[in-house]
């Protein structure tokens, strides 16, 4: 009888854990990232930084011109998305020939957040004003560099390194869009809150803690503003 009884005990110790496990799963957040680069050799690297730096949540990266497969992701509404991130490029956006950014994105604005990094924050900058929002560096060529920033809005990060990696700059914005962080004429960090739309020139990933320190208390200040 004792035997009988502790053996339902482990059947049901068992299902309790296989159940947390589900649980646990289902509760990472899904992010689509769309990779706006033209290089696949630069892509796979960026992909692989993106793994690195976001360890709680379930990446789905996309192309920017797989527009089917982004459209499938956005209308599965069994398996939603939490965020949208859309990457950096070695594109330049004051070329009118670069890609866009698919316009089905920003039609589930304001419904799925998103993240939009270098070339990503640039364009928002051009879709939600002007052209002449983003100029090009005074000295005309690509630049990387480290600077630390500590953030404060719309989380709070302590004051790290972050790597930047771009020719051209944001120097203003649109009706709407608040200039969070601002150096000289340079817009560091931007948030359009009617759109949901965070736009960051630096590159989080690039560094393991910064990559970490910044994705933790994004997706902690999304998980949040959820709940």
């Known amino acids: 009888e004792r035997a009988k009884r502790d053996g339902v005990q482990i059947k049901y110790i068992l299902e309790t854990l296989i159940i947390m496990?589900?649980?646990k799963k289902k509760k990472r957040p899904k992010i689509l990232i769309v990779m706006m680069y033209s290089n696949p050799v630069l892509n796979n690297i960026r992909k692989m930084r993106f793994k690195k730096s976001i360890r709680n949540a379930r990446l789905c990266f996309r192309d920017w011109y797989d527009e089917e497969g982004i459209a499938k992701l956005l209308n599965n509404l069994e398996d939603k998305l939490d965020a949208i991130i859309v990457s950096g490029s070695d594109y330049r956006i004051v070329d009118r020939s670069s890609p866009k950014v698919p316009e089905i994105?920003?039609?589930h604005a304001n419904k799925i957040h998103i993240l939009a990094i270098c070339y990503g924050m640039q364009y928002i900058a051009?879709?939600?004003?002007?052209?002449?929002n983003v100029r090009t560096r005074d000295a005309g060529y690509i630049r990387n560099y480290d600077k630390p920033?500590?953030?404060k809005y719309p989380f709070d990060i302590i004051k790290t390194k972050y790597r930047y990696n771009h020719n051209e700059i944001?120097?203003?914005v649109g009706k709407n869009i608040d200039v969070v962080m601002k150096r000289k004429n340079m817009i560091d960090i931007l948030y359009y809150k009617k759109k949901d739309i965070l736009g960051i020139q630096f590159h989080p990933e690039y560094?393991?803690?910064s990559g970490k320190l910044f994705y933790d208390a994004w997706l902690s200040w999304l998980s949040n503003r959820n709940n």
């Open 21 to 23: 496990k589900i649980m």
């Open 105 to 107: 994105i920003f039609k």
């Open 126 to 132: 051009v879709r939600f004003g002007k052209f002449s």
């Open 149 to 151: 920033l500590k953030i």
């Open 170 to 172: 944001v120097t203003k």
């Open 207 to 209: 560094y393991k803690k």
